[in-house]
Every structure is written in structure tokens, then in C-alpha cells.
């Protein structure tokens, strides 16, 4: 999930980019996630598991793509001088 994130943030550029990506890599996650855990979880506990994906998941996802979207911007800045 995390060099999907990496490879679709350098095919859409931009500092928006980074929550779009994230956003949307872990809903995709989240989504076939809770399906699976809901349907063997008798407890109910599986709706912590799925907030608790979604924040770390989340700010996992979006911070790997600002130090991408960083190193990315140095490389250019670089080049062009």
C-alpha cells in the first residue's frame, strides 16, 4: 500500500496530493478490512480496530508522502540551479 501511495503521489504532484493519496489509500484498505473483520468478529470490537486503522493508517500514509513530496521538491530545486 505504501509504494502504491508513493508511485500514484509522483503521477499527481502536489503538496493536495499528499491527503487525496492518503485519504484514499486507506479507504481503500479500511473498507475490504472492516468487511472481513465484521463478519467473524462476534465482540463488536472490530469498529476499534477500524478507527484505530484509519488514524494510524492514516497518519502513517500521509507522512510517508510529505517526506516524499520533500525529497521529491529538493531533488527538483536541486536540478534546476
Known sequence: MAVAAVVAFHWTRGAWAVFVLAGAGIIGFAVPWTR???ATDE???????LLLLLAGGGLGLTLLLALTNAVTSRRQSRRNR
Open 36 to 38: 472481513d473483520a465484521a
Open 43 to 49: 465482540s463488536g470490537m472490530f469498529v476499534v480496530g
